[in-house]
């Protein structure tokens, strides 16, 4: 667990949290990626994919029933699993092996160089008592920095860090445990019962106040769930075939990290804001060959909130989403609305999509709270079914809207060889009078079954050229 005095000593009074990847060892240039040209755009993924390379471990396993683990479902197993990581550690780096089986757990913290593997048979359950994840550590609710109840699985300034095999992660989050918190009724919670609301404003008015982050101290009696795989200033970082279920909150959320690989993973979590993958303030990161089911957005590319995001100043970059199918969730591939620090150079491509509950297939959401550039994001070859509202959506009036001094841009956006077969809306793009959405392209795509047409509101330099709605050329 992080100290006070660890985290203080990481800080650094403070410079560590101005300049986070640089301070994790990440090599992280103090300019944004070059921009790509409107006809560029695609030339860069074999360069994204060329600095992406999954971590590689010694060849040794430690397996946990060796250091007391019992995978009966009841023996807790939290100190095993911490005395098999310390001992792969001192030995250099390897595997700690989770062996087929139910192994009852709290919070695991991971070191560098050391691969956790769950076989096919093993599950992880992790238990719902939220005091065995304190003490609090450095970690993001809802892209703010503050002290909080550790992630599940967790790694701070660590490098060369996995999460394999596949076996299951069980949260044991439902309608009676976590998901109550939300306060909402349709997650378990009852009028009269504690939630996270008036926690999570004290937490923003801290930020926009600027206060230090070791005072941001949250935890027991706050109600501030936490996530479930979260990296934070991570360098080399693997997950794959692993399942996830029942999630307190966000599933993956990888924070100002750098060489991250997401593969193979399959996530099925309904609850309030189960969010299956949330690249935060990162770069170089690979999405391939994932299944999501989730309650909230499948993938959403974050880069931290309002003021708290402008003070931290780190983009997400260099993203490539490949082969993944989507089920329900609010958007399939979704940038926003945490981007205070901006995002570009996103690519999604050869992806299937089909739920009457899934929302939207790219999504962008701001506005003059959060502020913060979105530019240069590319789809194409996406296949969708049903959808409940739009194929694109770039919506600058979300919660907050016009209310804030911060202006949203989004440009450059590119969608190609997208086909549907339902949905409310084509194309739902709402920009600003004086922050017009700028460069859209949708071309070649054909959306069927849509109900009520495109909505545009100060869009800039549309081009639709060969796509239609229903069968008619867009014009």
Request: proline share 6%; charged share 25%.
């Amino acid at each position: 667990m992080t100290t006070r005095r660890d985290f203080l000593r990481a800080l650094g009074a403070g410079a560590a949290v101005m300049t986070p990847l640089g301070a994790a060892g990440c090599n992280a240039s103090p300019t944004p990626s070059p921009r790509p040209s409107a006809d560029r755009g695609w030339e860069l993924v074999p360069e994204i994919l060329a600095r992406i390379k999954p971590p590689v471990f010694p060849d040794r396993e430690f397996d946990i029933t060796r250091f007391g683990a019992v995978g009966d479902g009841r023996t807790d197993a939290t100190q095993a699993i911490g005395r098999a990581i310390a001992a792969c550690t001192s030995a250099g780096g390897g595997r700690v092996v989770v062996p087929a089986g139910r192994f009852a757990t709290g919070p695991i913290h991971l070191r560098s160089n050391v691969e956790l593997h769950v076989v096919r048979d093993a599950t992880l359950l992790f238990d719902r008592d939220p005091r065995r994840y304190l003490p609090a550590v450095l970690t993001r609710f809802e892209g703010t920095e503050l002290m909080n109840y550790s992630p599940f699985i967790y790694a701070f300034d660590q490098q060369n860090v996995a999460i394999t095999g596949e076996g299951t992660l069980d949260g044991q989050a439902d309608r009676a445990h976590w998901w109550p918190w939300k306060g909402s009724a349709d997650f378990g919670w009852s009028r009269g019962a504690p939630n996270y609301n008036a926690s999570r404003q004290r937490l923003l008015e801290m930020a926009e106040r600027g206060e230090a982050v070791e005072r941001r101290r949250f935890g027991e009696g706050d109600y501030l769930r936490p996530p479930f795989i979260q990296p934070y200033r991570c360098r080399n970082v693997l997950i794959e075939n692993v399942s996830i279920v029942n999630s307190p909150m966000w599933e993956i959320n990888p924070v100002l990290c750098e060489n991250v690989t997401v593969r193979g993973v399959k996530i099925s979590s309904l609850g309030p804001n189960n969010d299956g993958c949330n690249p935060e303030s990162s770069r170089d990161v690979l999405i391939e060959r994932c299944v999501f089911n989730t309650g909230d957005d499948c993938i959403a590319i974050k880069s931290g909130r309002n003021a708290d995001g402008r003070r931290v100043k780190t983009p997400s970059q260099n993203i490539i989403v490949r082969n993944c199918e989507m089920r329900d969730g609010h958007g399939g591939v979704t940038i926003g609305s945490e981007i205070s620090g901006g995002c570009w150079n996103v690519f999604a491509h050869d992806c299937r999509m089909d739920s009457p509950r899934l929302d939207n297939v790219l999504r962008i959401k701001n506005n003059a709270m959060r502020g913060g550039v979105v530019r240069d994001i590319y789809m194409r070859d996406v296949t969708v079914g049903q959808l409940a509202n739009a194929v694109l959506s770039i919506d600058f009036t979300y919660e907050e809207g016009a209310k804030g001094s911060f202006t949203p841009i989004a440009r450059d956006i590119a969608m190609r060889n997208v086909t549907s077969r339902e949905s409310k809306y084509g194309l739902y793009l709402r920009g600003f009078a004086n922050a017009p959405i700028e460069r859209v392209r949708v071309v070649d795509c054909h959306f069927g079954g849509v109900e009520n047409g495109n909505v545009l509101e100060h869009v800039n330099g549309l081009d639709t050229a060969g796509t239609t709605i229903n069968g008619a050329p867009v014009r």
